[in-house]
């Protein structure tokens, strides 16, 4: 399988729109024009989906009574946008709050406040002081 780049945000929407539930090809260029605000040209979406497809990361179903092809996302095309959809959770959490940071011991996020410590000499940060506690007893 080739690896699949998505180096573009239609690229990034159309997987986020067929994560919500499947779709028509013209459904899902008009909801990406929703979603961006500006025209999609249909060139710019369909090699795409044929690659999703080849990759087997997307599957057509026909639908409805004019049999209307709807595409769906596959098991391993819902972890490509789950994966995804992490990455950019993480880019904007850095991008919106540098200030964010990692409890030392249990590793979960501390937007404000905390407990900072000095162990052997070096000042860390926990969420709380149960965590550092922890910290100094592995
Ligand atoms: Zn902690």
Do not use: D, W
Not at 54 to 64: F, P, T, V
Request: hydrophobic fraction near 35%; proline fraction near 2%; charged fraction near 30%.
């Amino acid at each position: 399988m080739e690896e699949i780049k998505v180096t573009n945000l239609v690229k990034f929407y159309t997987l986020l729109l067929l994560k919500r539930r499947p779709m028509h090809g013209y459904e899902l260029i008009k909801e990406l024009e929703r979603c961006m605000t500006k025209n999609i040209s249909a060139s710019h979406v369909y090699p795409f989906l044929k690659t999703l497809q080849k990759n087997m990361l997307i599957a057509l179903k026909e639908s409805g009574k004019r049999k209307k092809k709807q595409y769906k996302l596959t098991k391993e095309g819902e972890k490509l946008a789950h994966k995804l959809i992490n990455r950019f959770t993480e880019m904007v959490e850095i991008s919106i709050n540098p200030r964010i940071r990692a409890c030392a011991h249990c590793g979960c996020k501390i937007a404000s406040g905390g407990h900072r410590e000095r162990i052997k000499n070096v000042l860390l940060t926990f969420c709380c002081s149960r965590c550092a506690a922890s910290y100094r007893k592995k």
